[in-house]
């Protein structure tokens, strides 16, 4: 069977402002990402973060490998309720603070995995 080429096209995170994470011409405070499109986005509080918050992500086709949960500015674990539910759909979480998630991004992106994140805000 002949594989293709991972594909690496899609938004780029390209580095951070004070008003939050630059992808391509824009600027977000928060931000939802996928390998075809990035979106801003008012995340809960991370003690209140659910399934439904995260649904542009998890509907991704084909669904992601895994998600990225930037936490902030500093690794803050996610409820653990949250992450049995979204292993429960086959759903792997890698939480750290956004920084780190946003680098992890550009990394794992760049040699073609299909992931998707969320970045709470840095600042």
Do not use: C
């Amino acid at each position: 069977m002949k594989m293709d080429k991972p594909k690496t096209d899609g938004p780029i995170i390209a580095g951070f402002s004070s008003g939050g994470f630059k992808v391509d011409d824009g600027v977000y405070h928060a931000l939802l990402i996928t390998p075809v499109r990035a979106d801003g986005w008012a995340p809960p509080p991370l003690a209140e973060l659910t399934e439904a918050d995260l649904a542009p992500l998890l509907a991704l086709d084909p669904a992601p490998e895994f998600l990225l949960l930037g936490t902030g500015a500093n690794l803050v674990r996610p409820a653990p309720k949250l992450i049995r539910a979204l292993e429960a759909q086959g759903f792997g979480v890698e939480a750290m603070d956004s920084r780190a998630a946003a680098r992890a991004w550009a990394v794992l992106r760049g040699e073609g995995r299909w992931i998707a994140a969320a970045l709470y805000p840095f600042g």
